[in-house]
């Protein structure tokens, strides 16, 4: 099952509210977008849902246990994170040899055909791998864990075009292959937006929404035309994100796509388009 | 087995290396200062003296202490340890790097002592041979030594700069001033300091070196549980 449920957590760093009264659910077998602004909040949770810090209020329980110093619960959980914690001087093969210690499912055969895939020299120390190798190192051994809970924190930082996308398509196999909960933290956003299934948006350490990418997209639609002619079109409905470009204009209205006025487009000369993942993001979190 | 287990196994192989490192240098300057010995024995104008290694040990599981934690603790955390496990895992693989070295020690003493003019330490100051006793007393020193390197070490991982400088200027200071005090009040400070560690390691009951091995014992205990009380919810630190 393996599903996380967040409660009531509220974490300080000092004066500063890093999150505050965060309530959500992870369920089981589901590819999570955990989306926010430098700052909002997403390292803070991913780090406290593994006890890597530990909330001032509020608890959290995987499949009904607390997670608190819990290595039965914890053991389910494998997390990407972006600082390194592994030893410098340890060769990326041993660092192999300690996972499988640690995760007994860790699958070492595919964690040297995705080493041979990315071109991961295994016998190269850890503190000899660039930062896109590093993320790459990581990657991998989070694949190979086999866990049923994988935390992504940054992926794909450093990695080229190439990279990335062999990334994406390698997780897609192995979440087919054995479903599992992924929770993604990136900033890139319209590259993941196609891997995801939920997206979770958090904003100066709140949950500002929670929704499947498809609902999150058919929640708004892009409108465009002549300038006058948008505004008539958005008059009495709320919109964000407004772009002007000389006469043309293009406008967000938040509003379900099913509820488009097609009529009245029509006669304004108007165009519908989806709007962007990203496009959304941007303007959800302004 | 449970991640205790696991993380002792991890823990005892990375000591592993530098414990070998350690004895081949001991074991070899042994060897030399034999030959050396062996070799002048007839000649009345040289003196070949060793005075034991006993220090050295201390000294290396002290520094094996400061080691034991940082890259460790986070290592663990990769792989999502608890704090309490990891404590416990540590503890365990000190007790046995312990127990290792005092063996090893004590051995080398006993073959030493057949083949040169030789004493180790705890011979020196107890007058004693007792297998034994050696045995107890060096274990209980190095866990003495090796608990107090990680708590510095602890110290120094839960401090920020501004208290690492403290926590590094703190002791000269508080010796300097206790020197200060000491010569005004007739040096009666640190006279009733070394009265309290003769008291403590037995030099002052008919050197019972039992009364060491109980203070090594205690002293640890009260270490260990301040290391305790320090690696509850710390958080992973550069």
Redesign the interface.
């Known amino acids: 099952m393996n599903s996380i449920e967040v409660k009531n957590i509220t974490k300080y760093y000092g004066n500063t509210k890093a999150l505050d009264d965060v309530s959500i659910t992870i369920e089981p077998n589901k590819i999570y977008g955990l989306l926010g602004r430098n700052g909002a909040g997403k390292t803070t949770l991913l780090n406290l849902l ?5 909330p001032n209020k509020g608890n959290i329980t995987l499949d009904g246990e607390s997670i608190f ?3 039965k619960a ?2 389910n ?3 990407m ?1 972006e ?1 390194n ?3 410098e001087t340890m060769k990326v093969k041993e660092v192999f040899k ?2 499988k ?3 007994t499912s860790f699958d070492d055969d595919y964690a040297k055909s995705l080493s041979g895939k990315f071109g991961l020299n295994i016998n190269k120390k850890v503190k000899g791998l660039s930062t896109g190798y590093t993320s790459i190192f990581k990657a991998i051994l989070a694949l190979a864990s086999n866990a049923n809970v994988l935390l992504l924190d940054e992926p794909v930082l450093g990695l080229d075009a190439n990279h990335r996308d062999l990334l994406y398509k390698e997780l897609l196999t192995s979440y087919n292959e054995r479903p599992k909960t992924i929770i993604i933290s990136t900033h890139l956003i319209e590259e993941v937006s196609e891997v995801l299934e939920e997206a979770i948006i958090i904003k100066a350490g709140k949950i500002l929404a929670k929704k499947s990418v498809e609902e999150l997209l058919e929640s708004a639609y892009t409108v465009s035309g002549e300038a006058s002619n948008v505004d008539s079109y958005i008059s009495g409905k709320e919109y964000i994100g407004e772009e002007t470009m000389g006469r043309f204009k293009s406008v967000t209205v938040l509003e379900n796509s099913s509820k488009q006025n097609k009529e009245l487009a029509r006669k304004l000369d108007l165009e519908f388009s989806n709007v962007e993942l990203q496009k959304l993001f941007i303007n959800l979190t302004n | 087995m449970n991640n205790i287990l696991k993380v002792t196994k991890y823990q005892i192989k990375d000591m592993r290396n530098s414990l070998i490192v350690f004895y081949t240098v001991i074991i070899s300057i042994s060897i030399l200062m034999t030959i050396l010995s062996i070799r002048y024995s007839n000649n009345p104008d040289a003196n070949v003296g060793f005075g034991g290694f006993g220090l050295s040990s201390a000294i290396f599981i002290f520094i094996a202490g400061l080691n034991c934690f940082k890259s460790n603790f986070k290592f663990m955390q990769a792989y999502n340890v608890s704090r309490i496990r990891f404590y416990f895992a540590n503890i365990i693989a000190l007790i046995i790097m312990a127990v290792v070295m005092a063996f090893i020690d004590v051995s080398m003493n006993n073959i030493l002592k057949n083949v040169i003019p030789y004493q180790g330490i705890f011979e020196q100051l107890y007058k004693t041979s007792f297998i034994l006793g050696d045995i107890l007393w060096s274990f209980g020193l190095f866990m003495f030594f090796v608990s107090l390197g990680w708590l510095i070490t602890m110290i120094y991982y839960r401090s920020n700069k501004v208290m690492k400088t403290i926590v590094s200027i703190l002791p000269v200071v508080f010796i300097v001033l206790l020197s200060v005090m000491d010569n005004l009040i007739d040096f009666q400070i640190w006279n009733g300091i070394l009265h309290i560690f003769t008291k403590l390691l037995g030099f002052a009951d008919n050197l019972n070196y039992y009364i060491a091995i109980l203070s090594f014992g205690i002293s640890t205990i009260i270490i260990f549980g301040l290391c305790f009380l320090m690696i509850r919810k710390i958080p992973i630190r550069d």
């Open positions: 593994t006890n890597k810090i530990f110093e819990n290595d914890l053991n959980i494998f997390y994170m600082k914690l592994f030893p300690w996972t210690e640690f995760y």
